[in-house]
Structures are given as C-alpha cells and as structure tokens.
C-alpha cells in the first residue's frame, strides 16, 4: 500500500533550528530543566515579548526575565502533572498572570493570559515542547 505523499516532492522546509536561529522561537531548555523538563523546550517571540519586562515593570515590580520565564515554564508544569493520563492531546492551555505596566494597548496591572504548550516531534523526530499564545501554530 502506497501512501498519498509517498511521491511528492519537498519544496521547502523550515526546521526548528532554523527557526531559534531566526528568533520566531526562543530555546529555554536550560531554565526548563531547572523546572523539571527532560525535553527540549523552546517558547515562541510572542510568548517571549511577555516575558520580557518593560522598564516600568522592572522598575515598579522588580520583574525581570528569569522570573516571568520560571513563571511560563512552572504553570506548565503544573498544567501538565495535573492532565497526566487525561488523554494524548498533544496541545495543553494554561493560563499564568504577569504584572503589566508601560505595554503599549495593555491595561496596566495584573494580567491573565492564556498559552498552549504543543507537545510533539521536533527537526530529528525526538520529543520537543513548544510554548505560544493561544492564536499560533
């Protein structure tokens, strides 16, 4: 039996390295291990413009980086132990709340926001992570 793209040609590919290279994903493997992660894990630029703080949120919260990232990575964390065995969806919502303040648009103050972590293959078919807002792929 022959698959329907068994003959097809590739005509382009853009791979996960390709991307990090590029900066559309961000690679927090080292933190995510501190969190308990045994797989690769990278965040996209959206998610990483959350996690990077505005001067007025550094400067009034004391927000920095490391903390809003331990943030993403922890309540996935949570999100995934507390869905353990609920099924093999390969996509999880969560949601996490970030002090906001200086973001052009944003209310300032605490803020809910809601990610998707896609669990799957990554470049080389090994298991990878990736966290997004709710509106990517």
């Excluded at 039996?1 to 005509?11: H, P």
């Excluded at 996509?91 to 605490?110: A, P, T």
């Amino acid at each position: 039996m022959t698959g329907f793209w068994d003959d097809a040609e590739v005509i382009s590919v853009y791979t996960r390295a390709q991307a990090i290279e590029d900066g559309v994903l961000v690679d927090v493997s080292e933190i995510a291990r501190e969190a308990g992660f045994v797989v690769p894990v990278a965040v996209t630029a959206g998610v990483w413009a959350l996690v990077e703080p505005s001067e007025q949120e550094e400067e009034t919260w004391g927000q920095s980086v490391q903390g809003r990232l331990w943030d993403v990575l922890w309540m996935a964390w949570v999100e995934i132990r507390r869905k353990a065995g609920s099924g093999d969806e390969p996509k999880l919502l969560y949601e996490l709340l970030f002090q906001i303040r200086g973001r052009h648009g944003e209310r300032n103050g605490l803020r809910k926001f809601q990610l998707k972590l896609h669990s799957g293959p990554g470049d080389n078919a090994e298991h990878v992570i990736t966290i997004m807002l709710p509106n990517e792929d």
